[in-house]
């Protein structure tokens, strides 16, 4: 079946440094779907991309979904103590809403 | 305007139980997924539901099994509960075109 990789599992950094974590799927996507996931709580939903080679930028977070439609990437430039969270990538393979997550990747921010 | 309300928001219960969970979804939204959340783990996906019909499934056995009201609301029910049951069940809503879903704050349930 579908499988969606996430990496790295968890990074650490110090406040003012990027983070970028990487998504990649078994199978061509038609859409990917990114949320965060604050400690204790739930899923909250950032940002749908479907365009092959597609690029969007929200403040100091950019995604891109790859040429392939298979792999996608979140760049947080500059983190703060407030982009502390879990980070998920979701992949849709037929447009149906079944979404098929990725392990998360776990962001430590040190002030 | 109200987001996706689930209840309860804890839960115990014991092997061999059976056990119900509720989802309200956000206003204007009609489809409705689950989602099973292990710790440290990414949601994984139940099923989702739309006119009131089971539209997709994921791999999860029949011990599971779910409905849609007419007003959009939704139930998941386990039957025979494991103790590997035990996670946090999230519901999601959206609607037909829509970029993203809405989750629940999720129903936290432990199986002992």
């Known amino acids: 079946g579908q499988q969606v990789m996430q990496i790295p599992q968890y990074q650490h950094v110090q406040e003012g440094e990027d983070f970028t974590t990487y998504c990649n799927s078994s199978?061509?996507?038609?859409?990917i779907q990114w949320y965060k996931q604050r400690p204790g709580g739930h899923p909250v939903f950032l940002i749908q991309?479907?365009?092959?080679?597609e690029v969007k930028k929200q403040k100091r977070l950019t995604f891109q979904f790859g040429e392939a439609k298979k792999n996608s990437s979140l760049h947080i430039t500059a983190t703060q103590t407030t982009d502390v969270g879990t980070y998920f990538c979701?992949?849709?393979?037929?447009?149906?809403?079944?979404?098929?997550f990725g392990q998360g990747t776990t962001l430590q921010v040190k002030p | 305007d109200a987001g996706v309300t689930q209840s309860p928001t804890h839960l115990i219960k014991t092997r061999g139980q059976q056990v119900t969970l509720r989802c309200s979804p956000k206003?204007?939204?009609?489809?409705v997924s689950w989602y099973q959340q292990a710790l440290g783990q990414g949601p994984q996906f139940i099923f989702q539901y739309y006119e009131e019909e089971e539209r997709q499934r994921g791999n999860f056995p029949d011990r599971f099994s779910g409905h849609q009201f007419p007003n959009y609301s939704s139930e998941l029910n386990v039957n025979a509960l494991l103790l590997g049951d035990s996670a946090l069940y999230l519901c999601?809503?959206?609607?037909?075109?829509?970029?993203?879903?809405?989750f629940g704050s999720g129903t936290r349930l432990t199986v002992v």
């Open positions: 199978t061509t996507l038609s859409n």
């Open positions: 991309l479907v365009k092959s080679g």
């Open positions: 206003s204007g939204h009609d489809t």
């Open positions: 999601a809503s959206s609607f037909p075109g829509a970029h993203g879903y809405t």
């Open positions: 979701a992949g849709d393979s037929s447009n149906t809403g079944k979404l098929i």
